[in-house]
């Protein structure tokens, strides 16, 4: 079965990519855009049977864990991208909990699925605290990003034109950061290539997770231009792309197992 970003990686690689057995958009019930061949920024193929999504609230929990990874080196420009910043906030007598609504909780990284936390840290008062701060700028812009997945794929009141206008800010700055670290320099010179994609890697967020930003954009804008090209009904735009269940598991392992047994009887 695989992990879930296994899964994850599989449903993308069909949504951008064709198998040799199965032609996809030869399907006489596949949709069929007239008017983005002169988009050099949209990956997806006219023709597309299926659209995927990644569910946006694993998608922001994601995002959130990867600002608290131990391995994670997140870096900008000249700016450090750090959870640090944040619990130097919380540290900081200068504010209360009113001021920023944090707790030390909230930092937690053994609370993977923290989704109100996500929603802490992307608040517009832990925003406005870093924008006025020293070298926090860059976690600034993360948590920025986090704040338009929020609002592009969970907030259900985000007006459609709000939600596309998040959703591609969100592609072109994570493209814009991917470019600026495939020509930085490396510092080691004797170092192989493979080492060297590998310490990019850690300064960026994780495959995954930009693939999922980028399938969102792409899949969202494809529905808006279906809709005008009356392909499909506008109120195909009202569905929530939030997951409908809690990202907390509900059962473990060996309880997966037990009721799998069950019903092979």
Not at 25 to 30: P, S
Not at 163 to 173: D, M, T
Not at 226 to 252: C, D, H, I, W
Request: include cysteine.
């Amino acid at each position: 079965m695989g992990t879930p970003s296994t899964y994850e990686l599989c449903v993308l690689q069909v949504a951008f990519l064709s198998l040799p057995h199965f032609k996809f958009i030869e399907h006489q019930e596949a949709f069929n855009l007239n008017n983005t061949a002169q988009w050099p920024w949209f990956y997806l193929r006219k023709k597309q049977l299926f659209l995927f999504f990644q569910d946006a609230t694993h998608l922001v929990t994601k995002w959130r864990n990867r600002l608290l990874s131990s391995t994670a080196q997140l870096i900008v420009g000249q700016q450090s991208i750090t959870i640090q910043h944040v619990a130097d906030i919380i540290e900081n007598s200068n504010y209360t909990k009113l001021d920023h609504g944090l707790n030390r909780s909230d930092l937690n990284p053994k609370d993977r699925q923290n989704y109100n936390s996500c929603v802490k840290l992307a608040s517009d008062n832990v925003l406005s605290i870093l924008l006025d701060g020293t070298d926090t700028y860059g976690t600034y812009v993360y948590l920025r990003l986090l704040q338009m997945i929020i609002l592009a794929y969970v907030e259900k009141r985000t007006r459609i034109e709000e939600c596309l206008q998040s959703a591609w800010c969100i592609v072109f700055v994570c493209r814009m950061w991917w470019a600026w670290l495939q020509n930085k320099q490396s510092k080691s010179t004797t170092a192989s290539t493979i080492t060297k994609t590998n310490a990019k890697s850690k300064c960026f967020i994780t495959k995954t997770a930009y693939l999922s930003v980028e399938l969102n954009a792409h899949t969202l804008l494809y529905m808006v231009l279906l809709v005008k090209q009356k392909q499909l009904p506008r109120e195909a735009l009202n569905v929530s792309l939030s997951g409908t269940y809690s990202t907390m598991a509900n059962f473990t392992a060996v309880d997966f197992l037990r009721r799998s047994q069950k019903i092979s009887y």
